[in-house]
């Protein structure tokens, strides 16, 4: 199987089709409406193997149709997964954060309570709200939704509120925009299961639509789903999985989909509250708490079969903000590292590798850009890459005013 079908994916050849294809049946669930799949000659299906999700392809389309005989050829080429035929037993918290979008929260909290899978509690973080509208939203849900709030903006707040009041062994955060596989709870519980010793599990993300132009772009510039190995992260890997490890961020996953055995991580100390959406950082708490999960000698594992659907912006003014604003939170993470004693010399010495990663175009994360993958979206980038020391130095002195005002 491709190592990265995704990579396949650009502008150029129009919009791609999201279906999800039963390899026994044959039978495809389409997420891309018929009238749309019609005019598109390709599509990105997840492949569904005995109930559980078992990679992605990217396959030609006939007048918005897959090939009859495509599963059984795709059947034999699903990757390994040691967690695929544990128990998935244990209940798994849920922990949404939100700001002010109802409607997105209600969609949200609808699937995750559909889903057939171990949910031990679902808990709602309103953060900083404006308005009572989010929490008549949790009150429709009665008490299968438990309603918290976080007084200060900042998403690693939010986290964290939501870590504080969580009562399950497992904690799951997510966002209010997403929706999860139905087999997202089983995996997620099964692979706890399956790797004893994990700490954390990051899981997968796949875009729910590639219709229009920003959301292609959002793929070309590195989008979801680096592959669907699942796989262990420790320092004692030998070799590594990557010469920037543990500080890869591909690798580590996104904080949209990210676990943690609930004590182990509130011994960590949570989410770092000077990183992440809310604050001049703009982003970053995701690759800190992977990062300091492995230089505590945890273990991390990668799951990308613990699939959510998650929306990319469909506006191009609106992708540039978003790529602007990952810059930003990856500069400010990384100025954070050079901060400290323990990891600046590690750091150091990924340099060189890591500036190759981010400016070459045969590197792992810009191989799939097409030769009109857009100025401005490189422009973007490095405006927040400028951004990210100052931003970083702007929020530690925003989370000490912060800290100041809350103790007198």
């Known amino acids: 199987m491709n190592k990265n079908p995704l990579n396949r994916i650009n502008v150029t050849n129009g919009p791609v089709a999201i279906g999800v294809l039963d390899l026994a049946s044959g039978d495809v669930a389409w997420r891309t409406p018929d009238t749309e799949r019609r005019s598109m000659t390709r599509a990105m299906v997840l492949l569904r193997q005995e109930g559980w999700p078992a990679g992605v392809q990217v396959l030609d389309l006939d007048n918005g149709e897959l090939s009859p005989s495509i599963g059984a050829q795709l059947t034999s080429e699903s990757p390994v997964s040691i967690a695929r035929h544990a128990p998935a037993s244990e209940g798994i918290s849920v922990v949404i954060c939100t700001r002010d979008r109802p409607e ?62 969580c009562n399950g062994k497992f904690v799951v955060f997510t966002d209010d925009d997403v929706e999860p596989d139905i087999a997202w709870l089983d995996v997620l519980s099964a692979t706890f299961a399956a790797h004893p010793g994990a700490v954390s599990i990051s899981g997968g993300v796949l875009p729910a639509s590639l219709s229009t132009t920003a959301e292609l772009r959002f793929q070309e510039f590195g989008g979801y789903l680096l592959d669907f190995q699942e796989a262990e992260l420790h320092l004692s890997l030998d070799p590594m999985p990557s010469p920037l490890f543990p500080f890869h961020p591909k690798l580590l996953g996104t904080g949209a989909n990210m676990a943690f055995r609930t004590e182990a991580l509130r011994h960590l100390g949570g989410f770092d509250p000077v990183l992440g959406a809310g604050t001049p950082a703009r982003g970053g708490e995701d690759i800190d708490i992977a990062v300091r999960v492995l230089l505590a000698g945890h273990l991390l594992v990668r799951q990308p079969a613990a699939i959510l659907w998650h929306p990319s912006h469909t506006s191009e003014d609106d992708l540039v903000r978003q790529i602007e604003g990952y810059g ?55 405006r927040g890459l400028r951004q990210g020391p100052m931003a970083y130095r702007a929020s530690v002195r925003n989370h000490r005013r912060i800290t100041e005002a809350d103790a007198a």
């Open 328 to 382: 930003c939170g990856l500069a400010a993470v990384f100025t954070k590292f050079m901060s400290q004693r323990r990891t600046a010399p590690a750091v150091l010495r990924r340099a060189g590798v890591g500036a190759r990663t981010l400016f070459s175009p045969r590197s792992s994360k810009n191989v799939g850009r097409s030769a009109t993958y857009p100025v401005e979206l490189r422009r973007a980038e490095l």
């Open 104 to 165: 997105l929260l209600s969609r949200a909290i609808s699937s995750i309570l559909a889903l057939p899978g171990p949910l031990h509690e679902l808990i709602v973080v309103d953060n900083a709200p404006s308005d009572d509208r989010t929490r008549v939203v949790v009150s429709e849900f009665g008490d299968a939704v438990r309603y918290v709030v976080e007084p200060t903006p900042g998403l690693a707040r939010a986290r964290n509120c939501g870590l504080r009041a």
